[in-house]
């Protein structure tokens, strides 16, 4: 992941020690330097970094599947659900939502919350590497009851609460220490919150030296709100109050148009472009290439699972290339190269953490994947004068083919079983509370003007 | 899949009678009414109609991720190397390929190749469905030296020996017999053959009583073929020589415009759409929708595997709903319904096996998969008020769901494992001609101009 290419070594191997690579290279050389006390053969096996999600919301995935070919996404689809989900239901959630991406070869995980201290318990019981968000808002729970298009009404209170568990968070997995978990500050969107409220957040982002990671221009529902509170689009708002910099991870940018998403890569903010979710929730594919265009640095994410609907990485890197391909209608303005490095060195660039992960190199942290090359969606290997390997991994790969996992020096995936948690437990145990679930939200969903309740009314579902 | 929806039943039951389904309904009754050699307990599991792939080419297997991210696919990434793809070659490919797709839930295989009465051999054995279609044209094969643009040289020998293929394939697997393998006729292209050439294939199709099995408008090559020799565009010039009716399987379709769309449709002609194939090859979006709002009948196919890169079902339905969702900008426009149709039911109308495949109904073919639906990816499971099974299987699933495969009443997959045909051996003996293929075609692909050997040479890929 070097340079502009992603790096190639036949008959290679890694050296891990303790939490850490120790060496790279040819194997006859890297084994005769690292006598070790444990030997994985990875003959027929690809071994690459391990994939970074960078934005996600695991707490939401008890609602999957609830809400998407429908307009009005957030509104009718998931806030009727959202609104009796307790804080147990997202973290039982959130567990599978974090066990699929594990399967698929996602090893570092940007997860988005509101109780995020909660949910971050699953991190340190999977093992797996997380960039953790509290989701902080300034909105009322009777925002659920709004009209789409309605101002949403602000509740300082419910913002001073939500930033308290924001430092919470950042005092317990402090960026600084380049832990295995480690914290950002969150505020949701510049129209979720009063503009008091926003400052408040960046300076906790400046006051613990980490990012400020936030939905910008996500929909023009977003943009809707920002014109009717400050006529003002969000990007010249966020640039106007000194926003725009290296500090911020710009979410989405949906509807950002190419001067404004040209001022956010130049300010030196960083993009996650969340292909699957906004292709499903939008039918729109952001401006992910005008932003690179523009000298900005940008990676991939996977969002909610009710809206995307799935949590992994394979899924994102080919939506993102295919997507990108058809706006232009263009087949060689996204290869399979930009893609794969869109979840690796890429996205550790962006979340500040490129002297730890997403590559394989000496004194990074050991997170690497091992995926069977054998399997026939990845057949056949050709390496010379044509290499397929990556183009395969891109387009062809579902993520079942990763056999391994290492985290953290920590094997977390082996044969495909999980080793840190039971999936069937947690998947048991996140099911009984979706079927509790449904039963308290049903008189909601009933109500609720949701495409998808009429489908399945219908007959059609 | 009656109706416009896709039906549910709540425990419920299939029994499997010969190679015949002999009962749907609820499990009590059908156990009641059925009593089994062997029952498979379904508790946890989706069953569902065997996926339908109606459109492949799996010789080209061999030669996987060697021709995405590029320009002139077809002239300098794929011919450098099929010019020296053997029989044999195609044939072991070929078996790949199909256990890729038995793996992620195709039943039916709507092959389409030279030399097919080889290939069949592969359905013969892995015990897959069938609809095989040789692949006719008429041009000799110094057609790879052409330069991009240049008129096709058509040669009446090869045109003769390749139609004498198909009446052999047409004779050893009749159409009208409906066995589990069936054959059709199949002209390449408006563009690769004669117009004498093209109504004797319309002649065997009508004496078959079979499909005509054609790429119709497949891209700008094709449009200017068909203008510098007839000065005409495909369809006008098809339409003109009466090859618009019900018997035409047109394929792709990519640059027809919305008129030619219509007439298409309107003709009685079935569509198929190979979403993600188009996506990276030619960054365009075919016009299903339109063919659709014609009255037109349409379903999917996977293509081939360098183009696509990949050949399973649960990706082109995604693909197919989120590539149009992005074309209209519109989430409600391709609904997970339509694309799960779309691969079952639709697809054996449009191949003309509605009455043997593509649901589950007594007296159908057996063809069925099973599903483990406690997988994280299809988590969790709700039924009511809202139902998120088939969003969930078009959105969130990979394929390695899929656990057991029945096809024509005998078990062809269980617990994951094909039983017809060792997968490893069949990837090993692939292997290796697919590295003696390369030996013979390395002169050749680093004279070809191909964006992929110029990444390889850059390091970058």
Known sequence: ??????????????????????????TDEVSRDFPAHRTIDGTGKIVMPGLIDAHMHTGLTLVRGVAQDM???????????AKHLTTEDKKLGSMVNILEGIQAGTTTFGDYNDHM???AENYEQTGARAVVTEMVNEMPETIVDL?????????????????RRNEQLLEKYPFTEKGRITALSGPQGPDMMSLELLKEMQHLANIHHTKLHMHVAQGDREIGQMEKRYGKRSIPF??????LNNRLLAVHLTEATDEETAAVARSGAGMIYCAGSIGIIDGLVPPMLTFLENGGRACLGSDQAPGNNCNQMFNEMKM?????????????VFNATLAIRSATIESARVLGLEDQIGSL?????????????EQPSLFPVLTDPVRNIVPNLVYSARGHEVEMSIIDGRIVMEDRNVVTVDVKTAVKAGQKAADALV???????KQADSDVVKMVKQGLL
Chains 1, 2 share one sequence.
Request: aromatic share 8%; net charge negative.
């Open 320 to 332: 993102a290339a295919i997507l990108n391909k058809v706006k232009r209608k263009d087949p060689s």
């Open 238 to 243: 966020l640039e106007e109050h000194g926003f």
């Open 147 to 163: 009209e789409v298009g309605d101002l949403y009404p602000f509740d300082p209170s419910v913002g001073e609460e939500k930033k």
């Open 117 to 119: 201290l909660d949910l």
């Open 361 to 373: 190199r000496r004194g990074k942290k050991a997170d690497l994947i091992v995926i069977d090359a």
């Open 439 to 445: 039963q308290r939200a049903s008189a909601d969903l």
């Open 1 to 26: 992941m070097e340079g502009q290419g992603v790096g190639y070594i036949h008959k290679g191997a890694v050296a891990v020690s303790g939490s850490t690579i120790a060496a790279v290279g040819p």
């Open 71 to 81: 307009n009005d996404w957030m509104q009718k689809g998931i806030w009727p659900f």
